[in-house]
């Protein structure tokens, strides 16, 4: 969520700015649709082009391809408005606090703007236009970030603190269980045709029969695995769940220590695996993972701060989102 909401704050300068002149220029021409209001807080208001092009920017760094999925549509443009409120917020907070922007900071995302559209003919041509938008978007944005430095600016919390944080929260500092896990892997080649599969599968099969009348895993890896861990007798070590693709995984999890698997097609070909020791899950002690609990701690605390910030703020404020953005109808 941090990083999310920094993120869209950055967005919006792109897309507003390298926009501005247009906006202005469809409101003149009388385009009721793009300077229609589909966010208001209080006397601050987002016309519908300026929110289309802040939307078309946080899906495309959101979403591989600039897609959004059918089914989040609807939530995600409603998570936006609703980020985009909490901003115009965080804002004014910022500008009744006597927040004053970072100059330098100005200056230099001026700049990084100009490094990096310096071989754009259309940023050449409308850059005059554009940087008194872009700079103050940028102040919006220093602002905004300051304001979270400042809401989220706490002590250190003591021993006894953390230590508390700890006690309540023990699945967070607890090594999951984790067994050691054996492989038997026959190889077939990428492209090959079902033939090749049958007929792995019943060398795998054969292999199970052997182990399961007396033969050692160990040496039938070293014999017939074609994985690197063949030399090892197959032994990949202890492994935590997870490790490994979730259909072995929940094929290897009905296992008991010493027993071997049904042949498993895998994506290098047909395997075997056998469950050793398993180790059980442990909690760590406090002073192996007291640095963790202090960072997890602020962490929270800073969340819980900025969620609290943000919800008075909503409070006091009259929020309207057009129903297109709010709905809920997912």
Known sequence: MNQWFQRLVKLICLAIALAAGSSAAATVAG????AAVVIKVDDDAIGSAEFKRIFAEAVRYKYYHGRVPEAEL?????????DLVDQLLVHRE???QNLVPDRARIEQ??????RRYAASPAWQAQRERIIPHLAGRLERQDLIEQMRARVE???QPDRAQVH???RRNPELFTEPSRSRIALILLAVAPGAGQAE???ALARASELRRRVDAGESFTTLARQHSTHASATDGGDLGFLHRGRLEERVQRAIAQLTPGQVSEPIRVLEGVALFRIGDVEPAQLKSFDEVSARAEELWLRQARLRNWENFLARLRAGANIYLDRSLDSSDD
């Open 31 to 34: 385009d009721n649709d793009a």
């Open 74 to 82: 609807a939530r995600f443009r409603r998570q936006v408005a609703r």
């Open 94 to 96: 910022a500008l009744r």
């Open 109 to 114: 995302g001026i700049a990084d703007y100009d």
């Open 153 to 155: 600016s706490l002590p």
């Open 164 to 166: 508390a944080y700890y």
């Open 197 to 199: 599969w049958d007929k």
